[in-house]
C-alpha cells in the first residue's frame, strides 16, 4: 500500500502493532461492582464508550511503540464522537491548521452481548476513507463477569476503505437474497466526499433496498471478520468459554427463575454439543461463579 521506507506507511505499521498490542498496555480506572446480568448489558454501550476514550489514552501513552524514532513529535491521537473516524492522529499547526496523519474508526465489542457478535453498523463511503485508515473493534468484558475493571483482548484491525468495499461488493453479489438484481444495488452519495470530512456530512452509502436494515453489520459479512469472532467467543472467561456465557446470559434475560434459567442453559449447551455430563457440569461452575459473584 505504502512504498517501501515511506513515512506514513512505517507510522501504519507501528499503529497496527500498538493496536495490537492493546492487551499488555491498557489501564484503566473504571470498575464495575454489583451488577446483575440484565443491568450489564443496559451499561455496555456507556461502558464501551468510556472503553474507547481509554484505548486512546493509552495509544498516546505508548508512544514510544508506535513513533520509536520520533518521527511525529507533534502528533497525538484524538477523540471526537463526532466525526469520521472517529479517532485522528493529528498536529496543530501555529497558522491554526491541523494536520491529520492518519484515522483510526474505533469500536467497542462486549464479548458476552447476547448478539455473540459485534453490532454496530459500518456504512461509510470508501471515498471518506484515507489509504492509511483503519477500522478498529476492541473486544472487552468485565474480569470477574459481573464486577471488576474492563479487560480488552487483541483487537480486529482492518483497512477501513477495504472494509467499507467489501461491504458493498457482498451487498451486490454475494448476499443471499430473492431481490432482483436492481434492489441489490448501494446508492452513491449525490455529491462525492474525500477522507476526513467536517461533522454533520453526508457519509454513508444506501443500499436501494434494507428491509431488514442489516446493511453496515460488517460483522456478519462472510470472508471479513467471522472467523476472528469466533475465535474470540472460545475464549474462557473465568474458565468458561465466552460462548457458554452469552447462552447463560440470554436465558437470564428471559427468566428470574434460577432453576429455570440453568435448566434451560443445560439443554441449551447440549445443543451446542456438548454432552449430558459436561453440559451439567458446565452448569454447575456458572451457578458456582454467579453465587460467588452476587
Excluded at 484505548?55 to 524514532?69: A, G, Q, S, Y
Excluded at 464479548?111 to 455473540?116: A, F, K, Y
Excluded at 483497512?159 to 444495488?185: G, I, L
Excluded at 439443554?267 to 454447575?284: H, I, K, P, T, Y
Amino acid at each position: 500500500m505504502f512504498p517501501e521506507g515511506d513515512n506514513l506507511g512505517t507510522l501504519v505499521s507501528n499503529v497496527r502493532d500498538a493496536i495490537s498490542a492493546l492487551p499488555v498496555y491498557f489501564r484503566t480506572a473504571t470498575r464495575i461492582e454489583g451488577l446483575d446480568g440484565g443491568e450489564l448489558f443496559n451499561l455496555s454501550a456507556v461502558l464501551g464508550s468510556a472503553i474507547e476514550v481509554q484505548v486512546v489514552e493509552t495509544l498516546n501513552r505508548i508512544r514510544e511503540v508506535w513513533d520509536p524514532d520520533d518521527r511525529w513529535p507533534r502528533h497525538r491521537f484524538v477523540r471526537s464522537a463526532q466525526t469520521f473516524p472517529d479517532v485522528r492522529l493529528l498536529a496543530h499547526g501555529q497558522d491554526g491548521t491541523v494536520e491529520i496523519a492518519l484515522g483510526i474508526e474505533l469500536k467497542g465489542w462486549y464479548l458476552l452481548s447476547r448478539e455473540r457478535e459485534p453490532s454496530f453498523r459500518y456504512t461509510v463511503t470508501p471515498t471518506a476513507c484515507a489509504p492509511q485508515d483503519l477500522l478498529v473493534v476492541v473486544p472487552w468484558h468485565l474480569k470477574n463477569v459481573l464486577s471488576g475493571e474492563p479487560v480488552v483482548y487483541e483487537p480486529y484491525i482492518e483497512q477501513a476503505r477495504y472494509v467499507a468495499e467489501f461491504r458493498n461488493w457482498w451487498w451486490t453479489n454475494a448476499r443471499e437474497t430473492s431481490d432482483t438484481s436492481d434492489q441489490r444495488q448501494v446508492n452513491p452519495l449525490d455529491e462525492e466526499v474525500g477522507p476526513y470530512p467536517a461533522p454533520k456530512t453526508r457519509i454513508a452509502d444506501r443500499p436501494v433496498k434494507d428491509g431488514g436494515n442489516n446493511f453496515g453489520r460488517v460483522a456478519r459479512l462472510a470472508g471479513l471478520m467471522d472467523d476472528y469472532t469466533s475465535s474470540l467467543r472460545t475464549q474462557r472467561i473465568a474458565g468458561i468459554p465466552a460462548d457458554h456465557w452469552i447462552l447463560f446470559f440470554k436465558r437470564h434475560a428471559e427468566a428470574k427463575d434460577p432453576a429455570e434459567i440453568l435448566g434451560h442453559l443445560a439443554r441449551d449447551l447440549r445443543q451446542s454439543g456438548l454432552n449430558r455430563e459436561a453440559a451439567a457440569d458446565v452448569v454447575e461452575a456458572i451457578s458456582r461463579i454467579v453465587d460467588r459473584l452476587a
